[in-house]
Nanobody
């Protein structure tokens, strides 16, 4: 079965940076879009950034110019470079893979999440 594992979270001071990584295990026929989402306590899960198989990126307004999403060098991996972190960036960050099987069925996979805490 497909499993996504995130890494790279931790405690960082405001203005700092972290690189989050996500790697998928198991067989995936095709990945349509890779994305990073986050959820803060008491808040809805929100899209942070996404990247399509064609390389098109999308960012939430709140992180535009500070975060960068990219495909990793290894197969079925994605990274999120976070810069100039703010306290309001504190959340559990989840990676998501939007995939398709050989007959066009869509499958969405989620990682377990990695905690990012921005605090002085």
């Amino acid at each position: 079965q497909v499993q996504l594992v995130e890494s790279g979270g931790g405690l960082v001071q405001p203005g700092g940076s972290l690189t989050l990584s996500c790697a998928a295990s198991g067989s995936i026929f095709v990945i349509n879009t890779m994305g990073w989402y986050r959820q803060a306590p008491g808040k809805q899960r929100e899209l942070v950034a996404s990247i399509t198989s064609g390389g098109r990126t999308n960012y939430a307004d709140s992180v535009l110019g500070r975060f960068t999403i990219s495909r990793g060098y290894a197969k079925n991996t994605v990274a999120l470079q976070t810069n100039s972190l703010k306290v309001e960036d504190t959340a559990v960050y989840y990676c998501n893979f939007d995939t398709s099987d050989p007959i066009g069925r869509r499958y969405y996979y989620w990682g377990q999440g990695t905690q990012v805490t921005v605090s002085s």
